[in-house]
């Protein structure tokens, strides 16, 4: 019959393993955790560098804001993830418990995120409604608006769409009416090519005639952003979820080892 000191060895060994066995899954978890916060950044980097170009057909910097909430919010998961890497390592429960803190404070913020996301998007759809028509109109091809002029092109070209709701919107343009149009009844960015006034023109087979013009393609875009934003979070959020609960039993374990 085995002795209370053989059970008392037998009973440390298995602490051993369950300390070993909790630290290789947190640590799995943490460089998953660590790659998600790395997509977050990238996303961050990606809207605010190849996106930022449509950012003078909004009224407001809501959409350049999203994209340094995603960069700071990728870099802090980026740190706490080697916050994460050094605690199991040293198996410091002070460490631990920093990285548990973190781990909860970035949860609720991205929890926070995700009610704001909806009231964010229907901000951005009605900013569009309310300003891209006049900004159209009004701003388009005017003296020291070149920034919105360059914008405008760019969205026209990449989205395949003409006007704000259609290329009708064009004839009421201040650019259009103006002398520096040379006739043209479209800007030549409506042109499916692009050449030398080729905005004189506005045939559906020179130009795009998209229903719902550039402001339904640019809503849909917003859309597909945050949906992408969205399942990112979700995923950096469950991983976040098991982190915890491994913390919590990798710290309890370590307490009791000590003891």
């Known amino acids: 019959m085995a002795g209370p000191a053989t059970m008392a060895h037998y009973k440390a060994e298995?602490?051993?393993?369950?300390?070993?066995?909790?630290?290789?899954?947190?640590?799995?978890?943490?460089?998953?955790?660590?790659v998600g916060g790395a997509a977050v950044l990238a996303v961050g980097v990606w809207t605010l560098v190849e996106k930022s170009?449509?950012?003078?057909?909004?009224?407001?910097?809501?959409?350049?804001?999203?994209?340094?909430?995603?960069?700071?919010?990728g870099a802090l998961v980026m740190v706490t993830g080697f916050l994460g890497f050094g605690a199991i390592?040293?198996?410091?429960?002070?460490?631990?418990?920093?990285?548990?803190?973190?781990?909860?404070?970035?949860?609720?913020?991205?929890?926070?995120?995700?009610?704001?996301?909806?009231?964010?998007?229907?901000?951005?759809?009605?900013e569009l409604k309310q300003h891209m028509t006049r900004t159209l109109a009004e701003n388009y091809g005017q003296p020291g608006a070149m920034e919105i002029t360059t914008s405008v092109d760019r969205?026209?070209?990449?989205?395949?769409?003409c006007g704000s709701n259609s290329?009708?919107?064009?004839q009421h343009s201040a650019y259009i009416l103006s002398r520096e149009a040379e006739g043209r009844r479209v800007p030549d960015s409506c042109c499916k090519t692009?050449?030398?006034?080729?905005?004189?023109?506005?045939?559906?087979?020179?130009i795009y005639k998209v229903e719902g013009?550039?402001?339904?393609?640019?809503?849909?875009?917003?859309?597909?952003?945050?949906l992408l934003m969205g399942a990112v979070g979700i995923g950096v959020a469950c991983l976040q979820t098991c982190g915890m609960v491994l913390t919590c039993c990798l710290h309890r374990r370590l307490q009791l080892h000590v003891h």
């Not at 298995?14 to 660590?34: A, G, S, T």
């Not at 013009?213 to 945050?226: D, M």
């Open 194 to 206: 692009v050449v030398a006034r080729c905005g004189q023109r506005a045939h559906p087979s020179n």
């Open 14 to 34: 298995q602490d051993d393993w369950l300390v070993v066995y909790l630290k290789y899954l947190l640590f799995i978890f943490n460089f998953f955790f660590w």
């Open 53 to 73: 170009g449509y950012l003078s057909v909004l009224a407001s910097s809501t959409f350049a804001a999203s994209a340094y909430i995603l960069i700071f919010a």
């Open 213 to 226: 013009g550039c402001i339904t393609k640019l809503e849909q875009f917003l859309a597909n952003h945050l």
């Open 167 to 170: 290329s009708a919107d064009w």
């Open 155 to 161: 969205l026209q070209q990449d989205f395949k769409c």
């Open 89 to 126: 390592i040293r198996e410091d429960r002070s460490c631990l418990s920093t990285y548990f803190c973190l781990l909860l404070v970035i949860f609720l913020v991205e929890l926070v995120a995700g009610v704001l996301a909806h009231v964010y998007y229907q901000r951005l759809s009605n």
